[in-house]
């Protein structure tokens, strides 16, 4: 089974560049950049949205601008526990080498310290594993002065603008128990260093698809074993390939799957095709019944507890074609692999007879009556919220267990 829903946030600002995890029945999305009118601008760094997947609704929190990153776009950023962890991106200023951390209870920014640290960098892929934070390649100056024990840097001869910046194939490591970098030697064949390439964990494996390298967008794949930091190589696959791209997504799905959505192919050509991943046969199947009209490139797509895909934002045109204005996506996009539970589908028919059926709501299961209520509650901020209100601590969000996720 498959389906396919969208709803326009009003809410939520058009972006692209953005970071994206998902935290619960929550989609917390951070930072980015839009454009109006031809005129780009990053968007404010101490705003973060989150988006209820259960309910569809979103919500603005304010964070302390003392604490918070610069605004930033093809930063990085997983989450890990009751904690998001965002690294690199790039501004006006150039790129940025920064780790903070955002506590998702009291929705406040920390810098991580350490006496060494990757160098500056954009548009890397991240994970989280046995309480660390790994970060793969990206696009940034030299890595001169900073961990230089591994990995390789390849500048890009034709950007002519000072600082000159390349790709880069590093493995950086962020312990959270020791608060150090380091910079580990992987055994194998280390892909090519890329940058906008996408990367997921399933157990303790991580997978790595396409990015560009120099001039070419690539469409190769590569494993690697984060228990013995053994990359495989280029990985043979079975089934047709999808065609080489950068600034696209790879999402883990249940069954040991991989989810493959949208990007920039080598015609500079913003695609909307999905793929899915066996990655116990490595043969690939094309979803051919997802729109092909609707092309998102540096977008993200998380997870839900439902199993839901929800993608959001993006670019929607030739985001190199300086001629014309960017199309910038505000919209989410959700695709539907798998039916819902029984239970989710009984409790979704009662909220709909909520005339009827609210005075028996406490007659219900606890977990039941509460994922009723919280919705209900939810929804009702939802038509009271003004968005130029100070008070977001009337949200309701803030406590991580308002909603109780039933899938």
Request: hydrophobic share 30%.
């Amino acid at each position: 089974m498959s389906q396919i829903s969208r709803t326009k946030c009003k809410e939520a600002t058009p972006r692209c560049g953005h970071v994206a995890a998902s935290y619960g029945h929550y989609m917390i999305v951070w930072g980015g950049y839009s454009s109006v009118n031809n005129f780009e601008f990053y968007l404010p760094a101490n705003e973060l949205w989150v988006y209820s997947t259960e309910n569809n609704i979103w919500h603005c929190m304010k964070t302390d601008p003392q604490l918070c990153p610069f605004e930033l776009s093809g930063a990085c950023a997983c989450c890990y526990g009751d904690s998001m962890y965002v690294f690199g991106g790039h501004n006006s200023f150039g790129n940025s080498n920064e780790l903070y951390r955002l506590d998702l209870k009291t929705y406040t920014w920390h810098l991580l310290e350490s006496d060494q640290s990757p160098s500056p960098r954009d548009k890397a892929v991240a994970w989280f594993y046995n309480q660390k934070f790994y970060c793969f390649s990206g696009f940034g100056p030299s890595m001169s002065g900073h961990m230089t024990d591994n990995g390789t840097y390849v500048e890009d001869s034709e950007n002519t603008v000072f600082p000159r910046r390349g790709w880069n194939n590093q493995l950086c490591v962020y312990d959270t128990v020791n608060k150090e970098w380091t910079n580990p030697k992987c055994k194998g064949d280390v892909p090519l260093p890329r940058a906008a390439s996408s990367a997921a964990r399933i157990g303790s494996d991580v997978y790595l698809f396409g990015g560009r390298h120099k001039t070419t967008r690539m469409n190769d794949l590569h494993c690697l074993d984060l228990e013995t930091l053994t990359w495989s190589g280029e990985l043979r696959t079975e089934g047709c390939l999808p065609c080489g791209r950068s600034w696209h997504t790879l999402t883990a799905i249940p069954n040991n799957r991989l989810f493959l959505y949208g990007g920039f192919d080598q015609n500079n050509t913003p695609l909307s095709d999905g793929w899915i991943l066996d990655t116990i046969t490595l043969s690939w199947c094309h979803l051919d019944y997802l729109p092909s009209n609707q092309p998102r490139l540096w977008h993200t797509s998380t997870l839900s507890t439902a199993g839901e895909i929800i993608i959001f934002g993006g670019c929607c045109n030739n985001i190199l074609d300086y001629s014309l204005e960017n199309k910038i996506s505000g919209e989410v996009m959700t695709i539907q692999l798998q039916p819902y539970s029984l239970l989710r589908l009984c409790l979704d028919d009662v909220y709909q007879r909520k005339s009827q059926t609210e005075d028996l709501w406490e007659e219900l299961p606890q977990p039941l009556c509460l994922w009723l209520q919280d919705k209900n509650k939810l929804e009702q901020i939802s038509t009271t919220y003004d968005m130029d209100s100070d008070s977001e601590g009337e949200l309701g969000v803030n406590e991580p267990g308002l909603a109780c996720s039933i899938s």
